[in-house]
T-cell receptor
Framework: DSGVTQTPKHLITATGQRVTLRCSPRSGDLSVYWYQQSLDQGLQFLIQYYNGEERAKGNILERFSAQQFPDLHSELNLSSLELGDSALYFC?????????????FGQGTRLTVV | AQSVTQPDIHITVSEGASLELRCNYSYGATPYLFWYVQSPGQGLQLLLKYFSGDTLVQGIKGFEAEFKRSQSSFNLRKPSVHWSDAAEYFCAVGAEEYGNKLVFGAGTILRVKS
């Protein structure tokens, strides 16, 4: 158990809908990262938050957004869903105050758009 | 641009044989290097990591990897493969300068034949 909790584990929804994926980082971790794993794009970094502020952005679509709340949990919002958004979405957390420590990954949320 | 290359999409080895999975990276900063393993439908498990120091690092499940700066490589090795090692393996690189977000390779699927 990495200590990073993602909910829900599975999500099936229709095209055009909006969903919210939730991530609770490890206790004390200030950074949260979101990654998408799809068959055609592989594992891609989407976005990073640090202590509530956006820190870095990767290949995140405009239809997607994220935020990190004061209690440090994070949500990834996906809207106007398309079939191609079907993927495994991972959250990871780390504490940059401790150098030379890796990010810890949650088990992922598998999103299926039908 | 940062990139990670895993040149082998699939590798098949016999149980008990040695294994080497290749990873090359292109990165504009001093890299941190990681190997993750993913079983079908599962999350990412960290096998080993390199931040600095000894270039030969030991990980879990009998895996090791060697960082060769001159070759921009971080190859994963195991002296004797077990059937339970069949999975997909991902090499990843990050750096403090880039907020420690990870760039992943495309993965290598390992098949173990008995």
């Amino acid at each position: 158990d990495s200590g990073v909790t993602q909910t829900p584990k599975h999500l099936i929804t229709a095209t055009g809908q909006r969903v919210t994926l939730r991530c609770s980082p490890r206790s004390g971790d200030l950074s949260v990262y979101w990654y998408q794993q799809s068959l055609d794009q592989g594992l891609q970094f989407l976005i990073q938050y640090y202590n509530g502020e956006e820190r870095a952005k990767g290949n995140i679509l405009e239809r997607f957004s994220a935020q990190q709340f004061p209690d440090l949990h994070s949500e990834l919002n996906l809207s106007s869903l398309e079939l191609g958004d079907s993927a495994l979405y991972f959250c990871a957390s780390s504490n940059p105050l401790y150098p030379n420590t890796e990010a810890f990954f949650g088990q992922g949320t598998r999103l299926t758009v039908v | 641009a940062q990139s990670v290359t895993q040149p082998d999409i699939h590798i098949t080895v016999s149980e008990g044989a040695s294994l080497e999975l290749r990873c090359n990276y292109s990165y504009g900063a001093t890299p941190y290097l990681f190997w993750y393993v993913q079983s079908p439908g599962q999350g990412l498990q960290l096998l080993l990591k390199y931040f600095s120091g000894d270039t030969l690092v030991q990980g879990i499940k009998g895996f090791e990897a060697e960082f060769k700066r001159s070759q921009s490589s971080f190859n994963l090795r195991k002296p004797s493969v077990h059937w339970s090692d069949a999975a997909e393996y991902f090499c990843a690189v990050g750096a403090e300068e880039y907020g420690n977000k990870l760039v992943f390779g495309a993965g290598t699927i390992l098949r173990v034949k008995s």
